[in-house]
Each structure stands twice: as structure tokens, then as C-alpha cells.
């Protein structure tokens, strides 16, 4: 028994051993295959979806895009240098009394447009008219005494040639005789002033212009050269002030001293209607040395009073008149790396990436040098989804969506561009030149166009 026990207990821990030997790896290898198949599938999976948001992505890319565009015209534009102004009157004039006394009436209805000389104010007369009665008593006393004079003289010339008086007499009688003509004159002069201040107390226009409102009323004492009545401003001609960068100067002084005659546009605050048109007429003789801007004058035709005082302008002062400009719309100007370019609609109703070089942007439209042809579709709606040789659907601009029109210049202008008014989100086109000959922006003299 002891022998059999000793032959079997090596052989039991062998038969263990060599079945954990190979189910081991077994093991090993079947998680290895779960991980493996776990991770085909979710690799299966993300390809699927991939391969579908791809092709997804090419049936959109290869779906035609919807555009709104419009053609290139060639017309008639202005090229004008724009500045901020400020309507004055041709001439204003402050009303004061030139005699003290108390405001006995008010011939004016305020707001009344009123003739020079028209009676606008009356002062009591009724001192002076004293004044000037008392002023004739002192010439009449005064006469009566001169005429006493040149009797006595007449005598005492007489009885100097018959010997009887002395010579010193007669130059005494002739000295009086002088002191009271010129008393004479002293009072014919007293009498001249007393009766201009007589006649001063009626106040009236010294110009042709629009009464304000009147800023004394009857009964009031009012006092010489200091109250202020009534101010009259001369509005038709009306006057407007603008100022340039002194770097425009001299290209309007040049034309001004040219003799031409340069035509000046007011337009409203947001440049939406033109208000009135008028011509320069000067130019300061200095520079104001605080903001580098020189001073120049318009002068406008006001009879319908559209322009009134201290109001303020957009001014297009214009210097020429390009015949033949190729306008767009500016939301048809875009930008990018490769610079300034319109999305360009092909016959085949695809769109090519179109560089064009700017020559100005006018209001809600955009000149252009080159890069275009009259009669060109451009692309003004859309423009953010293209790319080069993409197809699209193109329709013509919706009416009633702020485009040209409604910022007033283009359409104004011309009133018969196909796309005036349609046009959608045209103001503040990308890519508009700023170069050393761009014109300054509506408030802050900022680069809008070049000539």
C-alpha cells in the first residue's frame, strides 16, 4: 500500500498542470476575437455613416443652388466728393431797436416771410415827437436872433462907411452876427438827428427774408442796440457750409479757378432723397488747423423752403459725370484671400469666382473699372453658399427689400435701373477702395470712393 501511494502522488499534480496549459490561451484568444469583432463593428459603422454624410454632402453640392442676380449696366454716373454741411441763411439779421422807449406794437405775424423795408415794430413816438417840437421852438428863437443880427450889422456898416463908429464896432456886430448862423446850424442839425430817431421808432425789415419768433412783446421797455426784437433769415437763396480733407483741396480750388461751375447736391441724414440742388460758390482762404479741413460755400435756389437753417446735409459735391460706368449693386461685391470679386452666372447657369477692380461705391451701388462686361449676371443673394463652377438656380430680386432705392442715390439717379429698389442688403459693399483718392464717408470723412 505504501509503495502504490508513493508511485501515484507525482503523477496527479502532472494531469492538473496540462489542462490549465491549454485552456489558458483559449481564453486569451477567444477575448482577443470578442475585442476584434466589438471593433470591426464599430469601424463598419463609422465608415457606413461617413460614406453616407458624403454622399449626402455630394447630392446637396450637386443639387443646383438658388440665387437672386442681376445685370452689369452701363449709364451715366457722378463722381462727387461727400462731406457732412450745415444749412445757413444768405443773410441773418438780428432786429434791435436804435432808440430807447417802450414797445407799443407788433406788426408781424411770426414765421411771416417779409420784404426790406416792410414796418415789422412800432415805439412809442410820443418823446421824440416832443423832442423834435422842441428842437424846431430852439430853431425858430434862434432865427428871430440872427435876423436881429443882420440888421444891426447892416447899420453899423453903414455908419462905419459914414465915419461914425469904429472899426472894432462893426467886427463885434459882424462876430454876432456869426455866432447865430451858426446856431442856425446847430439847430437845423438837432432837428435832423431828433426826427431820424423819430423816425426810428419805426422798425423796419433791412432785408427780405422769414420773421422767427419774436422775442419781445408789446408794452415792454426795450433799450437801444441791446434787445433783441425779431431775427429775419434771407432762405431763398439759401446758403450751405461743408468742410474737405486738405488733401481734396486742390483738385475743387484748380476747378474753381478754372471758372467751371461745379454742381453741389444736398441729400437727407440717410442719403435716401436728394433735397435740393444748388452750386458752390467759394471756398475759405484758409485751413483750419485743429481738424485739417478747408471750408467751402454752396449756395442753393430755396423757394419752397425744403432747406432750412442749421439743418444738416449729406453734400455730393460732383466733379464729373462718367457717361458709360459699369454699376452693380454693392451686395453683389465680395472678398476674399485672392482680393475683391462678384460670383459671375455662366450661360450653362453655373457661377465663376469673377475678380473685378473697384472704381467707387455710390451709395447702395458699386462702379467698377474691369472684371465685367454690361449685361452680366451677377449674383447679389446667395452668394454664401457658391463655389467655383456650381450650379444655381437664378431669380430675378423680390420688389419691396431695401436694395438701391431705398438708399436713395442710385435710384434717384436713375430711376430706370432694372434693380433699383430690389436689390437686398446693398449698403456697406465689401471691397470698396480705399485709396488715396477715396472720397470721405457721410460723418466721419471716411474712405468710400476714388475717382
Not at 67 to 78: F, L
Request: hydrophobic share 40%; with cysteine; aromatic share 6%.
Amino acid at each position: 500500500m505504501d509503495s502504490i501511494s508513493t508511485e501515484m502522488k507525482p503523477t496527479a499534480p502532472a494531469s492538473g498542470s496540462g489542462s490549465g496549459g491549454w485552456l489558458r490561451p483559449i481564453l486569451y484568444l477567444l477575448v482577443l476575437v470578442l475585442f476584434g469583432a466589438a471593433g470591426w463593428r464599430i469601424y463598419s459603422n463609422h465608415k457606413a455613416s461617413a460614406d453616407q454624410a458624403a454622399s449626402q454632402a455630394n447630392a446637396l453640392q450637386a443639387r443646383p443652388t438658388p440665387v437672386q442676380a442681376v445685370p452689369v449696366e452701363s449709364r451715366p454716373m457722378p463722381i462727387y466728393l461727400n462731406a457732412l454741411g450745415t444749412v445757413t441763411p444768405y443773410n441773418s439779421v438780428t432786429v434791435k431797436a436804435r432808440v430807447s422807449g417802450q414797445l407799443e406794437k407788433v406788426n408781424f405775424t411770426e414765421g411771416q416771410t417779409i420784404h426790406a423795408g416792410q414796418t415789422i415794430l412800432q415805439i412809442d413816438p410820443k418823446p421824440y415827437k416832443a423832442a423834435l417840437d422842441q428842437a424846431k421852438g430852439t430853431l425858430a428863437h434862434d432865427s428871430a436872433l440872427l435876423k436881429n443880427a443882420q440888421a444891426e450889422y447892416t447899420r453899423y456898416k453903414a455908419l462905419f462907411e459914414a465915419g461914425i463908429v469904429s472899426k472894432e464896432q462893426l467886427d463885434l456886430q459882424q462876430s454876432n452876427l456869426g455866432q447865430y448862423e451858426g446856431a442856425i446850424e446847430a439847430d437845423k442839425a438837432a432837428i435832423e438827428n431828433t426826427q431820424l430817431q423819430l423816425d426810428w421808432c419805426t422798425v423796419q425789415s433791412p432785408i427780405t427774408g422769414k420773421l422767427g419768433l419774436r422775442l419781445v412783446d408789446a408794452g415792454n421797455i426795450i433799450t437801444a442796440n441791446t434787445t433783441n426784437l425779431v431775427i429775419v433769415n434771407q432762405v431763398d437763396p439759401i446758403a450751405v457750409y461743408f468742410t474737405l480733407p486738405e488733401n481734396q483741396l486742390p483738385q475743387v480750388l484748380g476747378m474753381l479757378h478754372e471758372g467751371r461751375s461745379l454742381t453741389v447736391e444736398a441729400w437727407d441724414r440717410g442719403e435716401t432723397a436728394k433735397i435740393a440742388t444748388g452750386e458752390l460758390l467759394t471756398a475759405d482762404n484758409q485751413i483750419d488747423t485743429t481738424t485739417g479741413t478747408g471750408k467751402l460755400k454752396a449756395v442753393f435756389a430755396n423757394p419752397q423752403e425744403t432747406l432750412f437753417p442749421n439743418q444738416f446735409v449729406n453734400i455730393h459735391l460732383i466733379l464729373e459725370e462718367r457717361p458709360n460706368a459699369l454699376v452693380v449693386p454693392g451686395a453683389a461685391i465680395q472678398t476674399g484671400t485672392q482680393g475683391t470679386f462678384v460670383w459671375a452666372v455662366q450661360p450653362d447657369n453655373t457661377v465663376k469666382n469673377q475678380s473685378v477692380k473697384i472704381a467707387l461705391a455710390e451709395g447702395q451701388v458699386t462702379i467698377l473699372d474691369t472684371g465685367v462686361t454690361p449685361g452680366d449676371k451677377v449674383v447679389i443673394d446667395g452668394a454664401d453658399r457658391l463655389r467655383n463652377g456650381a450650379s444655381v438656380i437664378v431669380s430675378a430680386p423680390r420688389a419691396g427689400r431695401g436694395g438701391a432705392a431705398g438708399a436713395g442715390a442710385p435710384a434717384s439717379a436713375n430711376p430706370a435701373a432694372p434693380w433699383a429698389g430690389k436689390a437686398e442688403g446693398q449698403a456697406g459693399a465689401p471691397g470698396a477702395a480705399t485709396s488715396q483718392h477715396a472720397w470721405p464717408g457721410k460723418a466721419g470723412d471716411q474712405p468710400r470712393k476714388k475717382q
